[in-house]
Nanobody, 122 residues
Framework: QVQLVQSGGGLVQAGGALRLSCEAS????????VSWFRQAFGSERTFVSS???????LYLGAVKGRFTIARDNAKSTVELQMNNLRPEDTAVYYC????????????????WGQGTEVTVST
């Protein structure tokens, strides 16, 4: 069973940048789709971005052009580079994996990282 450990995040002013990392342990990382979700206080967990096992990427419209997802199968990591951050990006960010293809539905994922806080101040 794969396990995920997240790092990165923190506090940044609007317009700044942060990088999140998700490192997997366990076999067959290259057969998983990896997604990032976020959950703002009092809100549901929502899809942000994903990269499937072929390297194809998807983004939430609100982050397209500002966030970049990248996977390194040799290191079993997926990073989310977040540029030009806005206060509305403030949330706890989670990475998650599922076999082969991504899904925007959190319920489709069985393995999650521990979450990391991102706070964007005005």
């Amino acid at each position: 069973q794969v396990q995920l450990v997240q790092s990165g995040g923190g506090l940044v002013q609007a317009g700044g940048a942060l990088r999140l990392s998700c490192e997997a342990s366990g076999p067959s990382f290259d057969t998983y789709a990896v997604s990032w979700f976020r959950q703002a206080f009092g809100s549901e967990r929502t899809f942000v971005s994903s990269v499937d096992m072929k390297g194809e990427k998807l983004y939430l419209g609100a982050v397209k052009g500002r966030f970049t997802i990248a996977r390194d199968n040799a290191k079993s990591t997926v990073e989310l580079q977040m540029n030009n951050l806005r206060p509305e990006d403030t949330a706890v960010y989670y990475c998650a994996v599922r076999p082969s293809w991504p899904s925007p539905a959190p319920s489709e994922y069985l393995v999650w990282g521990q979450g990391t806080e991102v706070t964007v101040s005005t």
